[in-house]
């Protein structure tokens, strides 16, 4: 129980008088929580909470947003990067309802991010009042859980089991909604409880140590076993965990984009990326393993490629803390249902020290083939146009590997997931599962919050960041540190690479025309650059990264360019070509 002395600027109540007002219980909430920043937008049916928010605003920063899906991406940005609950506020109807990408992006990659909604009077509801949206409804499949809170005495215990639900298990967005009567009616408080058991809800499992052993089993008699690790080690803060039992198992490892930087990008057994742009040797190699071990991580379609083609060799173990993921899409030999954080030392504890050079080799091989047929030409390309993994490679070398990452979704997403080099955990904010265009720049300076000590480069393509670029709006008010990097195509690239494979080169609506966006930072305040030309590459990103605040460079780069390699949707993951003749 916290103690009854209220962290707001205006007197502290007496022990007689202990009535707050449901807004104050809010804030006092959020403090015990230790959140520190909120994303937000005001509205009248959350007017209450900004105006108890005033008295507040020393203890609880406050972030203007330009919009809420704004409000959103930052909090998972922030979340992402720091490892705590993401906070927003917003108000109800149009305000409730903008959140909706957000929460559907957080929920498919488990952000935890608690929503605070304002919602009308409790005695209009159902009655079509203005700005009411039934937001439980609409929300209910794309959160982990939802809340209409209509009296002030429930708002503590329902914000503690918001925080415990976000941020436990299996994380996700959870949306509280809160009538104005609720926020605006005192009650007597009794202070905050964190909240650490909800029956019914189980988000650690007792772990049945007969499948660690027998997952021990498969491993040790395995002749090519293969790890495939994401976000999940991330997400359980099992990175040294996972790599004292990679480097004790000797195991060949790949990535799936949510999981890159779990373990630094060049560790001599990482081997790549998994997935349609993945790297040749760990999508053809998934076919050939003959112990399969997968490690927080999902088995996305966009990793699996066609799932009847998939892995059918290999027997599979799953380690994962949601059991609705075990056998999900694919078939588990050994499931071991709990917290990676747990079943790693476990697990280590069991398997044999063991190397596997031959075939860490063969995964080298397919390594040079994918260079001489695709990487060597798209770092240092031959031709006079820049390509985006060539940005991508000067990037690596100007922040040593230290940098976060933020990107949008589009082809410069998977050459910047492809190519980016990792030293760092925490350091890969995309949106994987949801796809969501738009969500880089607004993530960034969520994640410029949650980690302040580092520097965030946002890459973005021209298509999305005319999505939320006006959150150089919130940027220019309140400087975070945001390093902007468009990779310009003009094309909405990744569309019009689908068009030219597979629809005969038909563009359709993806010649998308800019504006001068040096001159629209320039009109928020954000210095920039625009350059086009090799010989201005380095001094031009040296210009981004050393400027003192925010800065935005914009690169052209190859119109046409495609990224390679692709898994061509409906084919299976050893069906990977590395040029568009193989397809
Ligand atoms: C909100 C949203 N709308 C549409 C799409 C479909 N989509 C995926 S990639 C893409 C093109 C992105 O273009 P751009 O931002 O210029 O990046 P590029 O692919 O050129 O790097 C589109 C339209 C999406 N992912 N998200």
């Known amino acids: 129980m916290e ?47 900004y105006d108890a928010l005033y008295d507040y605003n020393d203890v609880l920063k406050h972030i203007l947003v330009r919009h809420e899906q704004g409000a959103i991406h930052a909090a998972q940005g922030y979340a992402r990067t720091s490892g705590k609950t993401g906070v927003v506020f917003a108000t109800s109807g149009p305000g409730a309802t903008n ?28 009655t079509d009042a203005f700005q009411e949206t039934d937001v439980i409804n609409i929300t209910t499949p794309i959160t982990k859980w939802n809340y ?23 994380p996700g967005p959870v949306l509280i909604d809160i009538t104005k009567n609720a926020q605006m009616q005192m009650f007597d408080y009794a202070g905050y409880s964190k909240c650490n058991h909800i029956r019914s809800y189980r988000p650690k499992p007792i772990v049945r140590k007969e499948y660690v052993e027998q997952a021990a089993a498969l491993i040790n008699s395995a002749k090519k076993p293969f790890i495939i690790w994401g976000q999940g080690v991330i997400l359980g803060r099992a990175e040294k965990e996972f790599k004292t039992f990679l480097e004790k198992s000797g195991i060949p490892a790949a990535w799936t984009i949510m999981g890159a930087g779990a373990i630094p990008t060049d560790h001599p057994q990482s081997v790549g990326m998994l997935g349609m742009h993945g790297n040749y040797g760990p999508n053809v190699l998934t076919n050939e393993c003959d112990v399969l071990i997968a490690i927080g991580m999902r088995f996305d379609d966009r990793v699996t490629g066609r799932l009847d083609k998939y892995a059918k060799q290999a027997k599979v173990i799953h380690l994962d803390i949601d059991p609705s993921e075990i056998d999900k899409n694919v078939k588990t030999t050994v499931p071991v249902w709990g917290d990676c954080k747990e079943t790693l030392p476990m697990l280590t504890a069991l398997v044999q020290e063991k190397v596997y050079p031959e075939w860490l080799g063969q995964f080298n091989d397919h390594m040079e083939l994918e260079k001489a047929k695709v990487i060597n030409e798209e770092l240092n390309p031959s031709g006079e146009i820049l390509t985006m993994g060539e940005v991508i490679n000067v990037l690596n070398k100007l922040t040593d590997g230290n940098a976060i990452v933020v990107t949008d979704v589009g082809q410069h997403q998977m050459v910047t997931c492809r190519y980016a080099k ?45 999505m939320t670029l006006q959150e150089l709006g919130t940027i220019m008010q309140f400087k975070p540190n945001v390093k902007i990097l468009i990779l310009n195509n003009q094309f909405l690239g990744m569309v019009r690479q689908w068009q030219q494979l597979f629809h005969a080169k038909r563009y359709s609506f993806v010649d998308i025309t800019s504006p001068d966006f040096v001159q629209v930072a320039k009109g928020f305040g954000i210095p920039g650059n625009s350059i086009a030309k090799r010989e201005d590459l380095e001094g031009a990103l040296k210009q981004m990264l050393d400027h ?10 190859g119109k046409e360019n495609n990224v390679f390699p692709m898994v061509p949707q409906g084919r299976g993951v050893a069906e990977i070509v590395l040029s568009r003749e193989e397809i």
């Open 99 to 126: 959140l909706v990408t957000g929460l559907a992006d957080a929920m498919i990659d488990s952000t935890p991010v608690v929503c605070i909604t304002g919602q009308v009077f409790a005695h209009l509801l159902g």
């Open 148 to 170: 209409q809170v209509t009296d002030a005495t429930e708002i503590p215990a329902a914000l503690a089991k918001a925080f415990y639900i976000a941020g436990s298990g299996r």
């Open 3 to 49: 103690t009854l002395e209220l962290k707001a600027k205006k007197p502290t109540p007496s022990k007689v008088d202990t009535s707050i007002s449901g807004s104050e219980a809010v804030l006092e909430a959020l403090i015990a929580e230790q959140v520190d920043t909120i994303f937000g937008y005001p509205g009248g049916a959350i007017m209450p909470i």
């Open 548 to 557: 003192d605040g925010s800065f935005l460079l914009e690169v052209f780069v």
């Open 422 to 466: 990792f030293n760092l955990s925490k350091s890969n904010i995309t949106s994987g599962g949801l796809g969501t265009m738009g969500y880089a720049l607004p993530a960034a300076i969520g994640a410029a919050y949650g980690d302040p000590t580092r520097t965030t480069v946002a890459v973005i393509g021209d298509g999305g960041f005319q």
